[in-house]
């Protein structure tokens, strides 16, 4: 039996929820039968009461209930996992009936065994002249069954008395009673209350102040406390998802969302209420909240965040379900209510659930149609606040959801060459593209400044096109998974081999190539001197502000990707030196028209090609052309004294200059006072 019981279970707290299950269960059908059988009298105040005995180490559960003859209890607790309650449905026929009971009432009777190591039922069925009997096991497999009358059952109903193990004598308390109520039974349709002792204090004459009060005078008064034991009701929540949209107001909503998920001062942005019927039933109300909530603003994903509640029947189950929504939708808020799903079996085994996939496609619709309600919205301020708080989570769905991807992808905001300080999607960049263009332009880097610096954007920036600013480490990962738009192929501006619409290739081809013939002689000395940091040098035409510019060939990686992949090995125990080799070597594509490169030409010509100052301005034009691309210095200091090496060369020829200037000076001024004399 324990193996059983724990191979169903892996949370003890559990039990007190099957049971509160099982009685409302006893409690709904009862109801159902008074009103099919016309005894009103039945019906009146169905209720469940839980009580706990220190002295004799018990909790008592009672409802009032259909209650169990001797056969029933015969049949519904002599073997595990013998359901009352299927069998109640196969008993009405089609089992379409309105009872919304609870099911598999066996398994989750035994539930009381993860607690107790004995039990007793003491039950009375609402048949005609029924006694009471009591029923009694300590989990073994033998029971006893016997009449009852020590503490009569008015009515009908059912009474379990656990007694408790010695290691799970913190249910006694009602303290811990009234918390596992809360968590998993607040909504359960039928009253539950606890007894519970209560402290009050109240005013009451102070005899030993008023012995020698004078006659007509108010008597004093003092505060004493007075304790007293009663029921106290627990689920005073209401499920509102019961109820139809048209019924709830939007303050309701709010008022729900708040208090459900601890959220008093978030305003969700959206929400929907909707219901699944047919193969499969649930009710559901999700809420996309107004900002971030706390647990994911150190962790997006965090595996302790409880974002969607699943009931089934209106009692809790878990709020940890990796499967009811894919990760990408970590941020949306929720109710799930199954009529469907298992009660009493383990998180492990609902996930396997093939009705749990059925409703995880139907809440990825719904939160979809309501991202796009808030994109839609008049008040354009509502998205990017969403934007904000959860554009990452929609980048992430780019990447792991394909079922959804063509959805997710319009939903996408960036920022652009064009746009300012605003956001836009690619809709609204294919409005503003140039006649005849075919190619959505793009670039990578830590930043929109940063993207605004990129020498590789300048290139397309000066032909009028605009530019699409991906600047977070999760951009590049995410745009790989958009090879096209509609149909406009997705073009990184950094990679070589850019090309444009509007221009014929062959005459572009031919055209760079009479460049790097043209100068030949400044490519062939940075290709030497630069040799081991880039895997080749093009001059072009493309770069109109910049001297140099970094690109990628068609399959390296971004310096924002190396920075990641980088960072990734050393956090793995490895070691940053070298990594992927000379696979992510970069070109170096220089603009031969810019006075820097035009200098450096001269130097080679002037100097020859083993000068060390022509060297050091080499490495220098790649050390400025890495930093503007978005590459990081490999050695900090070596730049450092480049730059130093630089200003003494320029220093000595200014002052060399001011030297020769301060003697042609002076030797006019001898020249007039010669002329003078």
């Given at each position: 039996?324990?193996?059983?019981?724990?191979?169903?279970?892996?949370?003890?707290?559990?039990?007190?929820?099957?049971?509160v299950s099982n009685a409302a269960d006893?409690?709904?059908?009862?109801?159902?039968?008074?009103?099919?059988?016309?005894?009103?009298?039945?019906?009146?105040?169905?209720?469940?009461?839980?009580?706990?005995?220190?002295?004799?180490?018990?909790?008592?559960?009672?409802?009032?209930?259909?209650?169990?003859?001797?056969?029933?209890?015969?049949?519904?607790?002599?073997?595990?996992?013998?359901?009352?309650?299927?069998?109640?449905?196969?008993?009405?026929?089609?089992?379409?009936?309105?009872?919304?009971?609870?099911?598999?009432?066996?398994?989750?009777?035994?539930?009381?065994?993860?607690?107790?190591?004995?039990?007793?039922?003491?039950?009375?069925?609402?048949?005609?002249?029924?006694?009471?009997?009591?029923?009694?096991?300590?989990?073994?497999?033998?029971?006893?069954?016997?009449?009852?009358?020590?503490?009569?059952?008015?009515?009908?109903?059912?009474?379990?008395?656990?007694?408790?193990?010695?290691?799970?004598?913190?249910?006694?308390?009602?303290?811990?009673?009234?918390?596992?109520?809360?968590?998993?039974?607040?909504?359960?349709?039928?009253?539950?209350?606890?007894?519970?002792?209560?402290?009050?204090?109240?005013?009451?004459?102070?005899?030993?102040?008023?012995?020698?009060?004078?006659?007509?005078?108010?008597?004093?008064?003092?505060?004493?406390?007075?304790?007293?034991?009663?029921?106290?009701?627990?689920?005073?929540?209401?499920?509102?998802?019961?109820?139809?949209?048209?019924?709830?107001?939007?303050?309701?909503?709010?008022?729900?969302?708040?208090?459900?998920?601890?959220?008093?001062?978030?305003?969700?942005?959206?929400?929907?209420?909707?219901?699944?019927?047919?193969?499969?039933?649930?009710?559901?109300?999700?809420?996309?909240?107004?900002?971030?909530?706390?647990?994911?603003?150190?962790?997006?994903?965090?595996?302790?965040?409880?974002?969607?509640?699943?009931?089934?029947?209106?009692?809790?189950?878990?709020?940890?379900?990796?499967?009811?929504?894919?990760?990408?939708?970590?941020?949306v808020r929720g109710v799930v209510d199954?009529?469907?799903?298992?009660?009493?079996?383990?998180?492990?085994?609902?996930?396997?659930?093939?009705?749990?996939?059925?409703?995880?496609?139907?809440?990825?619709?719904?939160?979809?149609?309501?991202?796009?309600?808030?994109?839609?919205?008049?008040?354009?301020?509502?998205?990017?606040?969403?934007?904000?708080?959860?554009?990452?989570?929609?980048?992430?769905?780019?990447?792991?959801?394909?079922?959804?991807?063509?959805?997710?992808?319009?939903?996408?905001?960036?920022?652009?060459?064009?746009?300012?300080?605003?956001?836009?999607?690619?809709?609204?960049?294919?409005?503003?593209?140039?006649?005849?263009?075919?190619?959505?332009?793009?670039?990578?880097?830590?930043?929109?400044?940063?993207?605004?610096?990129?020498?590789?954007?300048?290139?397309?920036?000066?032909?009028?096109?605009?530019?699409?600013?991906?600047?977070?480490?999760?951009?590049?990962?995410?745009?790989?998974?958009?090879?096209?738009?509609?149909?406009?192929?997705?073009?990184?501006?950094?990679?070589?081999?850019?090309?444009?619409?509007?221009?014929?290739?062959?005459?572009?081809?031919?055209?760079?190539?009479?460049?790097?013939?043209?100068?030949?002689?400044?490519?062939?000395?940075?290709?030497?001197?630069?040799?081991?940091?880039?895997?080749?040098?093009?001059?072009?035409?493309?770069?109109?502000?910049?001297?140099?510019?970094?690109?990628?060939?068609?399959?390296?990686?971004?310096?924002?990707?190396?920075?990641?992949?980088?960072?990734?090995?050393?956090?793995?125990?490895?070691?940053?030196?070298?990594m992927m080799g000379s696979f992510n070597?970069?070109?170096?594509?220089?603009?031969?028209?810019?006075?820097?490169?035009?200098?450096?030409?001269?130097?080679?010509?002037?100097?020859?090609?083993?000068?060390?100052?022509?060297?050091?301005?080499?490495?220098?034009?790649?050390?400025?052309?890495?930093?503007?691309?978005?590459?990081?210095?490999?050695?900090?200091?070596?730049?450092?004294?480049?730059?130093?090496?630089?200003?003494?060369?320029?220093?000595?020829?200014?002052?060399?200059?001011?030297?020769?200037?301060?003697?042609?000076?002076?030797?006019?001024?001898?020249?007039?006072?010669?002329?003078?004399?």
């Amino acid at each position: 039996m324990d193996i059983i019981i724990n191979s169903l279970y892996s949370n003890r707290d559990v039990f007190l929820r099957e049971l509160v299950s099982n009685a409302a269960d006893a409690c709904d059908k009862k109801r159902f039968l008074s009103i099919t059988d016309g005894d009103t009298a039945a019906l009146a105040n169905p209720e469940i009461k839980i009580k706990s005995d220190k002295d004799a180490m018990t909790v008592t559960i009672e409802d009032t209930g259909v209650g169990m003859t001797k056969s029933e209890l015969q049949n519904n607790l002599g073997r595990i996992a013998q359901s009352g309650t299927k069998k109640f449905m196969e008993a009405l026929g089609e089992g379409k009936a309105d009872v919304n009971l609870i099911g598999q009432f066996g398994v989750g009777f035994y539930s009381a065994y993860l607690v107790a190591d004995k039990v007793e039922v003491v039950t009375k069925s609402m048949q005609a002249d029924s006694p009471q009997y009591k029923w009694t096991s300590d989990a073994s497999s033998s029971y006893t069954i016997s009449e009852d009358n020590s503490d009569p059952i008015e009515g009908s109903g059912t009474r379990l008395i656990l007694h408790l193990k010695d290691d799970a004598l913190e249910y006694m308390e009602s303290a811990k009673l009234e918390e596992l109520l809360q968590h998993y039974s607040e909504f359960v349709e039928f009253p539950i209350s606890v007894w519970k002792e209560k402290t009050e204090y109240k005013q009451v004459p102070d005899e030993e102040a008023n012995k020698d009060l004078p006659e007509g005078e108010e008597p004093k008064m003092k505060t004493v406390p007075e304790t007293t034991e009663d029921y106290e009701l627990m689920n005073t929540n209401k499920p509102i998802w019961l109820r139809t949209p048209n019924e709830v107001t939007e303050e309701e909503y709010k008022d729900f969302y708040q208090s459900a998920f601890r959220a008093t001062y978030d305003e969700p942005l959206a929400h929907t209420h909707f219901s699944l019927e047919g193969q499969i039933e649930c009710k559901s109300i999700l809420y996309i909240p107004g900002m971030l909530p706390f647990e994911l603003s150190k962790d997006m994903f965090d595996e302790d965040a409880k974002n969607i509640r699943l009931y089934v029947k209106r009692v809790f189950i878990n709020d940890k379900f990796e499967d009811i929504v894919p990760r990408w939708l970590k941020f949306v808020r929720g109710v799930v209510d199954s009529q469907d799903l298992p009660l009493n079996v383990s998180r492990e085994i609902l996930q396997k659930s093939k009705v749990l996939s059925i409703i995880n496609k139907r809440l990825v619709r719904k939160s979809l149609d309501m991202i796009k309600d808030i994109e839609s919205d008049e008040d354009e301020s509502k998205y990017i606040m969403f934007w904000n708080n959860f554009g990452k989570y929609l980048k992430v769905g780019v990447i792991e959801d394909r079922r959804n991807k063509d959805d997710i992808v319009p939903l996408l905001r960036f920022f652009t060459s064009s746009s300012g300080e605003e956001y836009a999607s690619l809709d609204q960049y294919i409005e503003n593209m140039k006649e005849n263009q075919k190619q959505i332009f793009y670039v990578t880097a830590d930043g929109k400044e940063k993207a605004q610096m990129s020498p590789a954007a300048e290139k397309v920036r000066s032909r009028g096109y605009e530019v699409l600013y991906l600047t977070e480490p999760i951009d590049e990962i995410m745009i790989e998974n958009v090879p096209d738009y509609k149909e406009f192929k997705l073009v990184d501006v950094s990679k070589e081999g850019l090309s444009f619409d509007d221009e014929d290739k062959e005459e572009r081809k031919k055209k760079e190539e009479e460049l790097n013939v043209d100068h030949k002689a400044v490519k062939d000395f940075l290709e030497g001197a630069l040799a081991g940091k880039v895997q080749k040098v093009q001059i072009t035409d493309l770069l109109s502000d910049s001297p140099a510019a970094l690109v990628q060939s068609a399959y390296g990686m971004s310096p924002t990707m190396q920075r990641y992949m980088k960072a990734q090995n050393v956090a793995a125990g490895g070691s940053d030196d070298g990594m992927m080799g000379s696979f992510n070597q970069a070109v170096l594509e220089v603009n031969p028209a810019h006075p820097i490169v035009l200098d450096l030409e001269r130097m080679v010509r002037s100097q020859g090609e083993e000068s060390d100052e022509a060297k050091d301005f080499a490495v220098l034009l790649y050390d400025v052309a890495a930093l503007t691309s978005g590459y990081e210095i490999e050695d900090s200091g070596d730049f450092a004294q480049r730059i130093l090496s630089m200003m003494t060369i320029k220093s000595k020829s200014d002052i060399r200059d001011v030297e020769v200037e301060a003697q042609n000076v002076e030797q006019e001024h001898v020249e007039d006072n010669h002329e003078n004399v």
